[in-house]
C-alpha cells in the first residue's frame, strides 16, 4: 500500500511538472510564419501617427515599415520605418507645430518585442552619430526641428491576429506616455520654437504583412 501510495505521489509530481512547463510554453508569445524566412511589410492605420512635445505636436498620416529575411519563430523583429513626404492621394504627409514637416529616420529602426502576453516593447536603434528627425518648414525656412535619439521601452505596445491562413496578419499598437526623449532646436522666422529638450509622448497603429521573396503573402501572426 504505501509503495502505491509512493508511485501515485511520484506521478501527480509529473503531471504536475509537465503542465507547468506546457502552461510556460503555451504563455510565451512568439512572431510566426507560415515560412521562414519571410518578408515584412507594414503601414499605418487608424488615425496616424501622433509625437507629442513641449514644443508642439508632430503629426504623420501615413508610414510604412520593411524587414527582410525574418527568421521565425523569434519574439523580435526589427523594421525600417519610413514617412512619405505625401500620402498614397497626394496629400501632405506630415505636419509640425502648425507647419508643413518631414520626418527623416536616417537609417535608425524600430525593434518590437512580444513578451509573455500580447504586449512588449520598442526599441529605437539609431547609427552612430544619427537620430530620427522631423523638420517644420514654411516658406523655405525652418521653424523648428525635434531630434530622437536611440533608445528604448519596456512596455507600451500591444499586438493582435487578424485575418486567417495566408492572410493573417499582426496589428500593432504604441501608446507611450510621457517617456519618449527628444530635443528640440529653433528656427527662424514668426512661429519658431525654442529650443530645448524634454519627454514626450507617442501614440499610433499598423498593421503587418507577411510575404515571400517572390511577393506572395504568407501568413504571420502570434503563437
Not at 499598437?173 to 529638450?197: E, F, P, R
Request: hydrophobic share 35%; with cysteine.
Amino acid at each position: 500500500m504505501i509503495r502505491n501510495l509512493k508511485a501515485l505521489g511520484l506521478a501527480l509530481m509529473a503531471m504536475l511538472v509537465m503542465a507547468a512547463v506546457a502552461a510556460s510554453a503555451a504563455s510565451a508569445d512568439d512572431f510566426t510564419s507560415e515560412s521562414s524566412p519571410v518578408t515584412l511589410t507594414g503601414k499605418q492605420t487608424g488615425g496616424g501617427d501622433v509625437f507629442t512635445s513641449t514644443a508642439g505636436t508632430v503629426k504623420c498620416k501615413e508610414k510604412k515599415y520593411t524587414a527582410t529575411g525574418v527568421a521565425t519563430p523569434t519574439t523580435a523583429v526589427t523594421v525600417t520605418p519610413s514617412y512619405p513626404a505625401k500620402t498614397v492621394g497626394g496629400e501632405l504627409n506630415c505636419t509640425a507645430f502648425g507647419f508643413p514637416a518631414e520626418v527623416h529616420t536616417n537609417g535608425c529602426t524600430f525593434r518590437f518585442t512580444v513578451g509573455a502576453t500580447t504586449t512588449g516593447g520598442l526599441e529605437i536603434i539609431c547609427p552612430e552619430g544619427k537620430e530620427i528627425t522631423a523638420t517644420a518648414v514654411a516658406a523655405g525656412t525652418t521653424k523648428c526641428t525635434v531630434h530622437i535619439p536611440s533608445q528604448s521601452f519596456a512596455s507600451g505596445v500591444t499586438y493582435s491576429n487578424t485575418g486567417a491562413g495566408a492572410t493573417r496578419e499582426v496589428n500593432i499598437s504604441g501608446n507611450i506616455s510621457n517617456a519618449l526623449m527628444y530635443k528640440h532646436t529653433a528656427g527662424t522666422g514668426i512661429g519658431v520654437c525654442t529650443t530645448g529638450s524634454g519627454s514626450g509622448s507617442y501614440a499610433g497603429s499598423g498593421l503587418i504583412t507577411g510575404e515571400t521573396g517572390g511577393g506572395v503573402h504568407v501568413g504571420i501572426f502570434l503563437s
